[in-house]
């Protein structure tokens, strides 16, 4: 994909993007720090335009009325942080799909997964999201 083309990023920050949840324990704050990193990424990356969408059951339709050409659209498929006096065990799995605003078919989906325990300490939800986590951005938006 060429740098300009890309033109609008959708998946609701804040309010829209859903939270991620493991179990009925919910992470308040993961959709927005999810949709927030992928901002950031394609900003640092690409020459373009980044529309922030909250209508998440119709970020298409919004995409095309603000005249954004694709929507990048992160979906939280697992969120999870558990802790106990010793360590912490965390786990985030994420996709990502690469749409066109007036197409239902994904032209380029990737997802991204990671676990990780540790000696148990104070995180914030985007710890959950390392460099790694930006590549799989990246991928989605290479040409090709």
């Given amino acids: 994909m060429r740098r300009e083309t890309v033109r609008a990023l959708a998946g609701g920050l804040?309010?829209?993007q859903r939270d991620g949840r493991s179990g009925d324990t919910a992470y308040y704050g993961s959709g927005a720090a999810v949709a927030n990193r992928i901002a950031r990424v394609i900003v640092q990356h690409q020459n373009v335009k980044v529309i922030r969408i909250d209508d998440q059951?119709?970020?298409l339709e919004a995409c095309a009325a603000r005249r954004g050409t694709y929507a990048v659209v992160p979906r939280i498929m697992r969120?999870?942080?558990?802790?106990n006096a010793v360590v912490y065990a965390e786990r985030v799995k994420l996709g990502i799909?690469?749409?066109r605003s007036e197409g239902q078919k994904p032209l380029r989906s990737v997802r991204f997964e990671m676990k990780d325990s540790r000696p148990n300490i104070l995180i914030s939800p985007?710890?959950?999201?390392?460099?790694a986590f930006d590549d799989a951005v990246l991928r989605l938006l290479a040409p090709g």
């Fill in 57 to 59: 059951p119709h970020v």
């Fill in 126 to 131: 985007h710890d959950l999201l390392p460099e």
């Fill in 79 to 83: 969120w999870e942080h558990r802790s």
């Fill in 14 to 16: 804040r309010r829209g």
């Fill in 97 to 99: 799909s690469l749409l």
